[in-house]
């Protein structure tokens, strides 16, 4: 009961909740290009500037579920000792920040990837967004490593290849039949990590002869 939040945040947090819903439904059913800020505000009985206290833009709002996981992400990089091997490291804050996500967060991340997947500003918005957070965290890991060779340029790569993991495990489950929930997710994503050793192998094939 102590760690209720004030009356002022739950709502702040409801009127969230319901323009990501909102807008997830009417982009999927209009298209994104389609629906107008005035008619999303006006579906969610909300004013622009109401809007614009929580969201950047249309396309902030669209991609609410990716950008809630990654900041979640980058939360609990900055708040953890990073010792021990980086991937291992990398990998199981991941699978923390999945499990931090509200319910009915996986639902809304299929629908969100789903638009982006269709939509070329969402996937535009999409890479940028990934970018600015992959650079944050190179810096920040980088900088917290107690060993010389976490620089940045191995920092990145590393990072890089576990996120590629990640997006083939999103492909995955994005195909799976039904409607595959985070437990699901979080197999597809084990699988694909579990994985990544073997491209070490694969490099050192390339270079024999």
Do not use: H, I, W
């Given at each position: 009961?102590?760690?209720?939040?004030?009356?002022?945040?739950?709502?702040?947090?409801?009127?969230?909740?319901?323009?990501?819903?909102?807008?997830l439904a009417l982009f999927?059913?209009?298209?994104?290009?389609?629906?107008?800020?005035?008619e999303l505000v006006g579906a969610v009985e909300v004013?622009?500037?109401?809007?614009?206290r929580t969201f950047a833009s249309k396309e902030?709002?669209?991609?609410?579920?990716?950008?809630e996981l990654w900041a979640a992400?980058?939360?609990r990089i900055?708040?953890?000792?990073?010792?021990?091997p980086l991937l291992t490291a990398l990998e199981d804050t991941l699978f923390a920040a999945v499990a931090d996500m509200a319910d009915g967060w996986e639902r809304r991340f299929r629908v969100s990837r789903a638009l982006a997947d269709r939509t070329p500003a969402l996937t535009a918005h999409s890479l940028g967004h990934c970018a600015d957070v992959t650079d944050a965290l190179v810096r920040s890991v980088a900088r917290r490593?107690?060993?010389?060779?976490a620089d940045e340029l191995r920092v990145r790569l590393l990072l890089e290849l576990m996120l590629a993991a990640w997006r083939s495990a999103l492909k995955e489950w994005a195909r799976a039949?039904?409607?595959p929930g985070r437990d699901e997710l979080r197999a597809r994503t084990r699988e694909a990590l579990n994985a990544l050793p073997g491209v070490a192998g694969l490099i050192t094939d390339s270079t024999r002869g």
């Open positions: 009961m102590g760690n209720e939040l004030p009356l002022r945040e739950r709502k702040k947090l409801r009127t969230r909740e319901a323009l990501v819903e909102t807008a999927s059913e209009k298209g994104f290009c389609a629906v107008t800020l005035d004013s622009k500037r109401t809007f614009f902030d709002v669209a991609l609410a579920p990716e950008k992400y980058s939360a900055e708040a953890q000792p990073l010792t021990g490593r107690p060993d010389s060779a039949p039904g409607e």
